[in-house]
């Protein structure tokens, strides 16, 4: 049975085709910088929006159209979802998917048939996965829409509902383990706070802390592989969110000592709201080794809320291809479109406009950016910039073998520093254009 019985594989037809239904871009085999395109973008579909999402939203009731899908919650519901969600992968060509543990199974009375729904989904997607050969890039759990997480999973003031968040997560490694999941994201969900009069902050953190040093535990116990990610945002649900960026990510990893097992998956509307720009928080996790992988959407700057828009803004792709290009890639991480169609495009086919904008706007970003970095049109000019500390003074301040006295010396023969050089700002956005 055919869900999408309109559209065929989604072929590669370059940027002359007028085919809203191909490829302009994104040719997942052509070789740049090195790397065919595929092995470069690893992208991935997210289960949530792309089969769950309603259009719901504060002011209005569901408005997509999804002729697959009952309406109810369902195994059957949920085990046909799985034949949508393949078909719609397959035609797409997309190599990866990402879920959370709720967005595939439906919860039962209790926890034991809970699981029991999400084995039988689980065997489904896994027969899927081999049939395809599309791959799980990042399993993870759903630790907030339930009303037990009213106040938090990990960080609840409940030790009950901690041990239940705990049960919840060492199933979903097992599935994600049992799917052959490639990385296991945490991402905040209601960890975070609302008021400081009713929150030890501290012992929340300890909590969520403890909570993931289990977590890195049983997934060694099991010989779960896969790598860690944790995924920075700064509110939303909560006022407060303890994984507000990539900064507090990484001074929370490295201060509870899980810097060998944890790494960050950035959000592009999570930079936005974190009042970061994408590359600045790519760069940031990038320089300290902690990018392992990329929520690649966009927000609406007018909008003050997680809008998880596609990104079709090729200066936003191109500026995270930098990056990457630069880190030498993502994997075992990759560009999961944590993106939801608007409200208004309900039809089932926008879902594919949607992701071949998203990955044509990718695929841009990434020739664009190898070209710039094979012009070594921003490098070389770093570089010249930095030069002061390639030698002399510069390059012992550096070594670490001067100190405040040997600087004070040194000023006080030469009297003044050498002259400042201009930054070039603009120059380089043109030059920048010239490419995009
Ligand atoms: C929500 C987050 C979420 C994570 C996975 O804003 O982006 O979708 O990616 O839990
Ligand atoms: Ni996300
Ligand atoms: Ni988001």
């Known amino acids: 049975m055919a869900y999408f ?32 395109m595929k092995e470069h973008l690893r992208f991935s579909v997210c289960y949530w929006h792309t089969f769950r999402g309603t259009g719901v939203d504060p002011f209005g009731a569901p408005t ?58 689980v ?37 009950d509902v901690f041990a239940y968040a705990a049960a ?32 030890d902050m501290k012992r929340e953190l300890d909590h969520l802390a403890r909570f993931m040093h289990m977590a890195v535990e049983f997934a060694k116990s099991i010989g779960f592989t896969g790598q860690f990610l944790f995924e920075p945002k700064p509110k939303e649900p909560t006022k407060h969110q303890y994984d507000f960026d990539a900064a507090a990510c990484i001074n929370f990893i490295r201060t509870y000592g899980l810097e060998d097992y944890i790494k960050l998956n950035i959000e592009t509307n999570h930079a936005t709201l974190a009042g970061h720009t994408m590359m600045h928080e790519l760069t940031y996790a990038s320089i300290q080794g902690f990018l392992g992988s990329i929520d690649a959407n966009t927000g609406d700057l007018l909008l003050g ?33 944590d993106a939801k169609v608007r409200r208004e495009s309900f039809e089932p086919i926008d879902l594919f406009y949607a992701h071949i904008g998203g990955m044509d706007a990718f695929a841009r970003g990434l020739k664009i950016a190898a070209q710039i970095r094979k012009d070594g049109v921003l490098t070389d000019f770093i570089k010249k910039r930095y030069r002061s500390f390639d030698e002399g003074i ?42 995009i």
């Open 5 to 36: 019985p309109d559209v065929s594989k989604i072929e590669y037809e370059g940027p002359d085709s007028k085919n809203p239904l191909a490829f302009k871009h994104y040719n997942p085999d052509e070789v740049v910088d090195g790397k065919t």
């Open 64 to 121: 997509m159209i999804r002729p697959w899908d009952d309406g109810t919650d369902s195994l059957d519901n949920a085990l046909r979802r799985v034949d949508v969600a393949f078909e719609f992968m397959e035609k797409l060509g997309v190599e990866f998917y990402c879920f959370h543990d709720r967005d595939v199974a439906p919860e039962g009375p209790t926890l034991a048939e809970t699981n029991a729904n999400l084995d039988k989904v």
């Open 123 to 159: 065997a489904h997607m896994k027969q899927w996965q081999q049939q395809t050969g599309i791959k799980l890039l990042w399993g993870t759990a759903n630790l907030f829409s339930h009303p037990r997480y009213v106040h938090g999973a990990a960080t609840s003031p409940n030790a």
């Open 168 to 199: 919840q997560v060492k199933k979903a490694i097992e599935i994600t383990q049992e799917l052959g999941g490639q990385n296991y994201v945490f991402w905040g969900g209601r960890e975070g706070y609302h008021n400081l009069y009713n929150t």
């Open 305 to 337: 809320w997680d809008t998880d828009q596609f990104p079709t803004d090729v200066y936003l792709t191109t500026q995270c291809m930098l990056v990457i290009l630069n880190q030498g890639g993502l994997a075992p991480g990759g560009v999961n479109f």
């Open 394 to 435: 510069g390059k012992k301040i550096e070594e670490g073998t001067v100190t405040f006295a040997d600087l004070e010396k040194y000023m006080l023969e030469k009297g003044n520093p050498d002259p400042n050089e201009s930054g070039r700002q603009e120059l380089l956005e043109n030059i920048i254009n010239e490419y």
